[in-house]
């Protein structure tokens, strides 16, 4: 291959007017709104039977008796499956050979281990007998105390939080005796509640077995890795099992592993030898499939006379479930963002009757930033300083964890065009001092943003046909991100090709694999390898024109070709040049086609800090007397590297901050603390902002080159949305009402106090 | 959900003839009831549609200037009917403010009228509720109470009625028309939820098989249109219950209040009418002292039944802002965000 044509050098300049930068809308987004989009659930094989979860309504305990005859009895209904009759499985589901394995409830014996666990599926004709045998099992149970909540048990140090992060870490001097010493102190306690799943799409499945074959359709935002798990389980190759998952109703991480219900609605399928349907009801979402976990975080921070920070001290305690580990690593949000000679962060965490929690939209980070944000605010006032300007004093120069310097950092660039988009320059320093025209109480709060660049693997195969046009194949997942979008302008460009010449393929296992699509990571992984495989196939035509003597470019082998609309020209004579079309028929072949892959380069990774940033402004309005919040308007200003697909972009960020909005206003998980069930486990009640909450929002992107993340310079933009727009709104709350409410959601009647306004009567 | 039969009557006789059977229910638009059936909270045998009823979706102005409005009319149709709106503003505000566009499309006057409770423990089958399940306990006692009522609470049973609707009907006299075996009658909307301390699982007095036929306004509420609002509060802008809500309506001379209307909603197990505080309101002048003293009586007798008492608070001060904005004069329309203290501006007090 001819380096000059190693698109990983220099991308930028190989294809003039290129489609990466482009705002296309979605290419699937007439599908969608026209309803021609087929998800999982919309799958209807031949022969096809609904299976329907019942579920624990118990959170610790055993099942003692299920009437499976009531339930058979029930017309339509096929067969009941119970650990009784279960199909065995090749492997243990509560088997953990590594970390990133969560262990599942899949009938293996009578125990319950928190509410919404199924406990038998029902099998049958239609939708309605299914759901009917599901109620006429009666369960019942030897029920054991609940242990629900941050201090129903004993807590206890991780072995490590999030994925493999260290639960506590220490950097620079003493935090203790830093904080002894200073001037400003702050020691704050913040209360997070459990968030749970609610994509609009819950989880589905459609299973057919065709001997040892598996087919299935499921939403998936890592195929490849839930072949392997399913193919682990039933003890068969994971070239046997083919996954279609073309659109996701949102996925938000807890379609990254696949889940215990949707190995059930296979299990199922093999029981009954016929195709099986299982769809997950909106309140089974609230316990098998992850959830986010409660925290209480204590924030310690001490400042110099000036304002800078001598320490921080940040602890968080987390729940986890009974029987598995994920601790959501909240206490690393201080790694990343404030300079501190003294830096402390751990974890302590609970075990508790509840489903594992899992990966949520921005894990560990969201649920860290609202604690450090609110905290940072608290730190500012204390030292007299406007919020902006104490965080400026504090900027970190190079990682605070680490010392690592950033791979690039634009987050000066960003508190600045916030700053001015949003008039933060008019904010009053203190609280309960601004108003509106109506009388209404108005707070300013500000909160940073941050989330970590990752990269896993990816594969991708590029392919240029004869007549020109080019295929690119990679299993992406679209969650609803627009990836079939982003991705397609990246396959466009490798191949220096129009994006209606190109043909992408994705959302299935068949293809190659596209890794995951979590941690932001995806454009950057799965649009690395997308690169490399059109860079790779275009290496291949140059060699074929280079090498051929009929060709215009024989011999350009040393200064190289360059690619644009589908042609190859010398690079020192671009009067010489020759179509796709024309090299392939020449050589007589149909096609040519050629891999890529995308890795993390970890020379670069262990060099650098790598993360994406952004500043949020935010202003709410509080009714004096009533106490009710309002949400006026938000400015987030967000630099994350190259944006692929600015429209995409916008909406990732903006839809990470309304959930910013939900997080300190609106959701939460109510539970029974006797029973430890899920009290609004439906969407009437487990409130997320509607319109009406969220009037006024901008998103922007500042300019961010960055030559060390990945050769596109791709950071990501799915997750970091949610940080700093909680905190900012917490702080907007309190500079309007002078009450700091530590624990969220904030609700009315935590601003009812009499501070806020004279009783009345 | 179980089997169940269902029939679609042709006339109101054959409806009432078809739910007088025990197990039978009827079925209007279903948005409470289906998800109820959905959720096995309720087991009916037997579905009456009586959602083709004719005759029943009219809403018509009689000759005494009273308004009836048939059991079928739809909530956004009655919100937006012109006329209704104008002569009773707060009543067509409360509408709006409740549920989803798609909801109010949908949902009946009858059937909003008998929505169930949205007490959490009622939703959950496996909790104890005396409601749902009689005699078994209430779970809701102990449990997450945090919106539950404070005002005509029993030991047995501390859950609130969920309308909006069902508020300023109560404020401004609504009469409910009901058809039954034993042919018509008709009463207060107040007196179609039991007293206080009745048997929990008695949602209402209807006997079986009656039917909610129409609701009517007497010429006496729109006495009070120029000056009567909704104000409802809840954390989420919209598409959220009540924590707290209030209907007030004012007839104002020369700045005395000749007569006032004051209902309160999500603070008990029925839309509270507050006639202490209306009469209260009667004769003095319609200033902030006078809500003040309203407001107190509204909720005097008010207990917190769990961790509740901030609605106390809450809810004298919704009635004086409630009652300020009353006398301050009805909007010309229905403001964008309906009942919402964030549309309600005129009414922000400058307490520093
Ligand atoms: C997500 C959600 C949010 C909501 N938010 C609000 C809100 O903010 N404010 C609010 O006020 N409401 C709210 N609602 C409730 C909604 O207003 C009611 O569900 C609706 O008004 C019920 O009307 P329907 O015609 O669908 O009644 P149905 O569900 O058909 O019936 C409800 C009950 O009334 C009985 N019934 C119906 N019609 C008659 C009749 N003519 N005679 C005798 N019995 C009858 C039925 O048997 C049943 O028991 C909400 C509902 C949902 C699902
Ligand atoms: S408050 Fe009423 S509805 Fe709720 S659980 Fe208790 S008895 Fe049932």
Redesign the interface.
């Known amino acids: 291959m001819s380096p000059e044509i190693n698109l990983t050098r220099d991308p930028a300049h190989l294809r003039h007017g290129s489609n990466i930068g482009q705002p296309l809308t979605r290419r699937e987004g007439m599908l969608k709104v026209t309803g021609a989009a087929g998800y999982a659930a919309d799958n209807h094989p031949p022969g096809m039977l609904y299976a329907v979860l019942a579920t624990a309504s118990i959170a610790r305990g055993r099942v003692t008796s299920l009437d499976v005859e009531a339930a058979r009895r029930h017309p339509g209904v096929v067969e009941v499956m119970t650990q009784m009759n279960r199909p065995p499985l090749a492997e243990d589901p509560d088997a953990k050979t590594n970390p990133f394995m969560f262990r599942m409830d899949l009938l293996q014996n009578d125990r319950v281990r928190y509410a919404n666990q199924a406990i038998a599926v029902v099998i049958a004709e239609t939708l309605e007998a299914a759901t009917e045998g599901a109620v006429l099992l009666s369960p019942r149970y030897e029920a054991e105390p609940a242990r629900v909540g941050l201090d129903s048990n004993e807590s206890y140090a991780p072995p490590a939080v999030g994925v493999g992060n260290p639960a506590s870490v220490q950097h620079g001097g003493d935090v203790e005796s830093a904080l002894a010493g200073a001037p400003h102190r702050i020691d704050a306690t913040y209360e997070t509640p459990m968030q749970y799943h609610n994509a609009m799409e819950p989880h589905a499945i459609v299973a057919s077995w065709d001997g040892d074959r598996l087919s299935i359709d499921t939403p998936s935002q890592g195929m490849a890795m839930a072949q392997g798990r399913i193919a682990g389980l039933f003890g068969i190759s994971p070239d046997k099992i083919h996954i279609r998952s073309p659109f996701l109703g949102g996925g938000f991480g807890s379609k990254g592993l696949v889940k215990g219900p949707q190995v059930l609605g296979i299990l199922a399928a093999k029981l009954v030898g016929r195709p099986v349907k299982l769809v997950l009801r909106r309140e089974q979402m609230y316990g098998p499939v992850g959830h986010r976990s409660p925290s209480r975080q204590r924030l310690r921070i001490a400042a110099a006379a000036d304002g800078r920070i001598a320490a921080i001290d940040h602890h968080a305690r987390i729940a986890t479930s009974s029987f598995d580990d994920f601790y959501e690593p909240a206490a690393d949000a201080s790694h990343t963002l404030y300079a501190s000679p003294a830096l402390a962060t751990s974890h302590e965490a609970v075990r508790t009757d509840v489903g594992t929690p899992l990966f949520m939209r921005a894990p560990g980070e969201a649920t860290g930033s609202i604690a450090l944000e609110s905290a940072i605010d608290e730190m500012a006032f204390a030292c007299g300083l406007d919020p902006l300007a104490f965080r400026l004093k504090n900027y970190a120069e190079v990682e605070p964890a680490t010392g690592k310097p950033f791979s690039s950092k634009a987050l000066r660039e960003c508190y600045a065009q916030g700053a001015e988009r949003f008039g933060w320059s008019k904010r009053s320093l203190q609280p309960r001092t601004m108003r509106d025209d109506d009388g209404f109480l108005v707070g300013w709060g500000m909160g940073t943003a941050t989330f970590p660049a990752l990269m896993f693997a990816a594969q991708a195969r590029a392919v240029i046909r004869h007549d020109g046009s080019g295929v690119m194949e990679s299993g992406t997942h679209d969650m609803g991100q627009g990836a079939w979008t982003a991705f397609a302008q990246i396959a466009a460009d490798s191949l220096a090709l129009d994006l209606d010449r190109v043909a992408f393929k994705a959302g299935s296992s068949d293809l190659p694999d596209a890794g995951i699509a979590g941690g932001s990571a995806h454009t950057a992984t799965a649009g690395t390898a997308i690169h490399n495989a059109g860079a790779a196939v275009i290496g291949k035509l140059a060699e074929l024109a280079t090498s051929d003597q009929r060709s215009p470019l024989f011999g350009a082998g040393n200064t190289g070709v360059v690619a644009r609309n589908g042609r190859l020209f010398r690079r020192d004579d671009e009067s010489r040049g020759e179509s796709y079309a024309d090299i392939l028929t020449r050589a007589g072949l149909a096609e040519i086609d050629a891999q890529g892959s995308g890795t993390m380069d970890p020379a670069a990774q262990s060099n650098y800090a790598m993360h994406a940033h952004g500043a949020v402004f935010a202003e709410v309005k509080v009714d004096p007397d009533l106490g009710q919040v309002r949400v006026s308007r938000m400015v987030g200003v967000f630099a994350a590297g190259r944006v692929i697909n600015p429209r995409m972009v916008r909406s990732q960020l903006l839809g990470g901050m309304i959930w910013g909005v939900s997080f300190t206003l609106h959701e939460q998980a109510i539970i029974d603390h006797r029973s430890g069930r899920i009290m609004n486990a439906n969407l009437s009640e487990y409130h997320v902002p509607v319109n009406a909450d969220v009037p006024r929002m901008e998103a922007f992107t500042v300019d961010e080159l960055d030559p060390h993340v990945n050769p596109l310079g791709i950071k990501g933009v799915g997750e970091i949305g949610i940080t700093g727009s909680a905190g900012a709104v917490a702080n907007a709350v309190w500079h309007a009402t002078g009450v700091r409410v530590r624990r969220f959601p904030i609700r009315i009647d935590d601003l009812l106090t009499s501070e806020v306004a004279g009783r009345v009567g | ?3 169940f039969d269902y029939v679609r009557p042709a006339d109101t006789a054959e409806a009432v003839a078809a739910a007088s059977e025990p197990g039978a229910a009827y079925l209007a638009a279903g948005t409470n009831l289906l998800d109820l059936m959905k959720g ?1 909270i309720v087991r009916p045998t037997r579905l009456v549609d009586v959602s083709r009823l004719p005759g029943l979706d009219r809403i018509e102005w009689q000759a005494d200037g009273s308004l009836r409005i048939g059991a079928l009319v739809r909530n956004a149709d009655l919100a937006h009917d012109a006329a209704f709106a104008k002569s009773c503003p707060a009543i067509a505000e409360a509408l709006l403010s409740g549920a989803s566009a798609q909801l109010r499309n949908a949902a009946t006057v009858g059937g909003n009228l008998l929505q169930r409770t ?1 007490c ?2 009622f ?5 104890r509720c005396n409601k749902r399940a009689p005699g078994t306990g209430c ?1 809701a006692r ?3 109470n ?1 919106l539950h009522a404070v005002l005509g609470w029993s030991e047995g049973c501390i859950a609130t009625h969920p309308s909006d609707f069902c508020v300023p009907l109560a404020a401004f006299d609504a009469i409910v028309e009901i058809e039954g075996r034993n042919g018509r009658r008709e009463m207060a909307l107040d007196a179609l939820y039991p007293p206080s301390g009745a048997a929990p699982e008695r949602d209402n007095v209807l006997k079986p098989g009656e039917l909610i036929t129409a609701v009517r306004l007497p010429a006496s509420a729109s006495a009070f249109a120029g000056h009567s609002r909704y104000l409802k ?8 219950f009540a ?1 707290v809500s209030a209907a007030a309506g004012l007839a104002i001379e020369n700045g005395t209040i000749r007569e006032a209307r004051l209902a309160l909603g999500g603070v008990a197990p029925k839309p509270w009418r507050a006639r202490a505080a209306e009469q209260a309101l009667a004769g003095a002048h319609a200033d902030e002292t006078a809500f ?2 309203a ?2 009586a509204a ?1 005097d007798g008010a207990k917190p039944s769990g961790d509740n008492a ?1 609605k106390i ?2 809810a ?6 409630a009652l300020t904005l009353a006398a301050q004069g009805t909007p010309d329309r229905v403001p964008a ?1 309906p009942a ?3 549309s309600s ?2 009414g ?5």
């Open positions: 959900m179980n089997r096995n949205r959490s423990y939703y959950d089958t496996a909790s779970d102990e449990g997450d945090r509060v809840r954390e989420r802008t919209s598409y959220a924590l003040r003293r407001a107190a909720l901030f608070e809450l004298q001060r919704i009635v004086v802002r965000l919402s203290p964030f501006v005129a922000v007090r400058h307490v520093a």
